[in-house]
Nanobody, 127 residues
């Protein structure tokens, strides 16, 4: 079992930056690919970014490409999402997710591919 706890959300103005963190505990000695998703009010949860368990590969949704950066520090069992040039449409609850992965470079963008989820952190961007 892996437990995930997100932090770093908040209320910011458009154009500002935020850095989200996702701390993992439990069976963190195994190799886990990680992802960030978000869910805006009245909308489906959607993929934002993913990173392979070694951190060698990343993938982004088109809507955040060039503005968001996913990274990880395996020594700290933490994954980050650096969000720059935030827009009002980025307002959502952001969730991190994890899944066991044998392939060091594998990336996953579908909700159903992840086994473990955090409780979410709210990001609100005002115009």
């Amino acid at each position: 079992q892996v437990q995930l706890v997100e932090s770093g959300g908040g209320l910011v103005q458009a154009g500002a930056s935020l850095r989200l963190a996702c701390a993992a505990s439990g069976r963190t000695g195994s190799s886990y690919a990680m992802g960030w998703f978000r869910q805006a009010p009245g909308k489906e949860r959607e993929f934002v970014a993913a990173i392979s368990w070694r951190g060698s590969s990343t993938m982004y949704a088109d809507s955040v490409k060039g503005r968001f950066t996913i990274s990880r520090d395996n020594a700290k069992n933490t994954v980050y999402l650096q969000m720059n040039s935030l827009k009002p449409e980025d307002t959502a609850v952001y969730y991190c997710a994890a899944r066991f992965s044998l392939a060091s470079g594998a990336l996953y963008s579908a909700l159903a591919q992840y086994n473990y989820w955090g409780q979410g952190t709210q990001v609100t961007v005002s115009s």
